[in-house]
C-alpha cells in the first residue's frame, strides 16, 4: 500500500514537471548533472471519413518520438548558482533520413540567493506559466491559442531572457513572478517569427494545493507579419488560471485571450529542403478568446482519468480574399476523454479520445480552425526516466 501512494504522489508530479524522476548522473563538489528522457510510440486514430476542413480521411497516423535532456548546475559560492538546461526530441513517423529532430529547450543562466534567478536562450515563453496548468491530457490539450512553439511568448521560444523570482525575495511565501524580454526573430516562416517584447507573470500557492496566475505578453510584429492580411503592429496575450493539486486530485481552469497573435494558417511555395518561399499567407486572428478546463483522479493503483472542454473563438478573422476583417467563428471546439495508467513512474500507457464539437462547415471556412472537426483517438505508450 505504500508503495501505491507514493506512486500517487509522484505521478501528478512527473505530468507537469516532465523530468522529476531524472536520473542523477553526477554531483560531486557543488556540480550536479542529471539526465532525463522518454521514448513514445503513440498511434494516432480519425474517425470520421473525411474532414472537409482539413482533407484528412479516416485512418491512423504514427507519431512516436523519443525525447532526451540534462539539467545541471554548478554551486560558485555560498549565494551563486550557475545552471543549465538542453532538451532534444527525435521523432520517427517519417522514412529514415527524412525525420524530423529538433532542440526544444537550451538554455543556461544564474541563480543569486533570494534575489532570483536570470536566463538566456530557448526556453519556455512567460505566457505558458499559465497554459501549462492545463496542458495535461494525454494526448488533446496545448493545441490552441498556446499549442504552437515560437508563436511569440506562448510556448516554447527561441532568444528570451528570463528573470524569475519565488516567495517574493524570502519575504512571502508562495509569491512568485517572472519578467521576460524575447529578442527579434525575423524569419522566413512568418509564423514563427517575432518582432521584440516583453511579458510577466504572477502567482501565488495558498493552502493547501491551491493556485493561481496571471500573465501578460506585448511584441512588436514583423514586416512580413503586417504585410500578410492583418497589418496591426503589436501581438498581444493575456491569461488567467486557477488549480487545485491535492489529495490525488488535479482541476485547473485557464481563460486567455490574444491580439494579433494566434496563427491560423501559413501557407506558400515549399522547396524541396521544406523551406517556404514567397509571400505566401500568413493569417492571425486579431483577437482570439479561448476557455480550458480539466479535471483528473490519481488512484492509488496507476489509473489517472482525464476529462477536458477546450473552446476557442477567433473574431475579426481576415481569412478570406476579400479581405474581410469581420468575420467570427469557433476555432476548436472540443470535450477529450482519457486516461493514463502508470505500472511503475517509469513506465506508462494511455489513452485519448477527442469528441468534436466544432461544426464542420465552420471548420472550412476558417481553413480548419486549429484541430479540424473530426473525432479523433490516440493511443501510446512510454518509457521514461
Known amino acids: 500500500m505504500m508503495k501505491r501512494n507514493i506512486l500517487a504522489v509522484m505521478i501528478p508530479a512527473i505530468l507537469v514537471a516532465g523530468s522529476v524522476n531524472a536520473a542523477e548522473i553526477y554531483n560531486k563538489d557543488g556540480n550536479k548533472l542529471d539526465l532525463y528522457g522518454k521514448v513514445v510510440g503513440e498511434r494516432g486514430i480519425n474517425h470520421q471519413n473525411k474532414d472537409k476542413a482539413k482533407g484528412t480521411k479516416k485512418g491512423s497516423t504514427d507519431s512516436s518520438y523519443a525525447q532526451i535532456g540534462f539539467k545541471g548546475e554548478t554551486q560558485i559560492n555560498s549565494d551563486l548558482v550557475g545552471f543549465g538546461r538542453w532538451e532534444y526530441r527525435a521523432k520517427a513517423s517519417k522514412a529514415e533520413g527524412d525525420q524530423d529532430n529538433v532542440t526544444r529547450l537550451a538554455f543556461a543562466g544564474i541563480k543569486v540567493a533570494e534575489a532570483g534567478s536570470l536566463s538566456y536562450g530557448r526556453n519556455y515563453g512567460i505566457i505558458y506559466d499559465v497554459e501549462s496548468l492545463t496542458d495535461m491530457s494525454p494526448s488533446y490539450s496545448g493545441e490552441t491559442w498556446g499549442g504552437n512553439p515560437d508563436n511569440f511568448m506562448t510556448h516554447r521560444a527561441t532568444g528570451v531572457l528570463t528573470y524569475r523570482n519565488t516567495n517574493f525575495f524570502d519575504l512571502v511565501e508562495g509569491l512568485n513572478f517572472g519578467i521576460q524580454y524575447q529578442g527579434k526573430n525575423d524569419r522566413t516562416d512568418a509564423a514563427t517569427a517575432n518582432g521584440d517584447g516583453f511579458g510577466y507573470s504572477l502567482s501565488y500557492d495558498f493552502l493547501e494545493g491551491f493556485s493561481v496566475i496571471g500573465a501578460y505578453s506585448n511584441s512588436k510584429r514583423t514586416d512580413k507579419q503586417r504585410n500578410d492580411h492583418n497589418d496591426s503592429a503589436r501581438a498581444e496575450a493575456w491569461a488567467i488560471g486557477a488549480k487545485y493539486d ?12 490574444t491580439r494579433n497573435t494566434s496563427v491560423l494558417s501559413n501557407s506558400g511555395t515549399t522547396s524541396a529542403s521544406g523551406e517556404t518561399t514567397g509571400v505566401g499567407f500568413f493569417n492571425a486572428a486579431k483577437k482570439t478568446q479561448n476557455f480550458e478546463a480539466i479535471a483528473q483522479y490519481q488512484f492509488d493503483f496507476g489509473l489517472r482519468p ?13 481569412n478570406d480574399e476579400n479581405g474581410d476583417d469581420t468575420f467570427s467563428a469557433d476555432l476548436a471546439k472540443y470535450i477529450q476523454i482519457g486516461s493514463y495508467y502508470y505500472f511503475n513512474k517509469n513506465f506508462n500507457v494511455y489513452a485519448d479520445y477527442r469528441v468534436n464539437l466544432l461544426n464542420t462547415d465552420t471548420a472550412e471556412k476558417t481553413g480548419g480552425g486549429w484541430v479540424g472537426s473530426d473525432n479523433q483517438a490516440t493511443l501510446g505508450v512510454t518509457y521514461q526516466f
Do not use: D, P
Open 246 to 257: 491535492a489529495n490525488n486530485i488535479y482541476l485547473a481552469t485557464v481563460y486567455s485571450e
Open 306 to 318: 482525464s476529462l477536458a472542454y477546450v473552446q476557442s473563438k477567433g473574431k475579426r478573422l481576415s
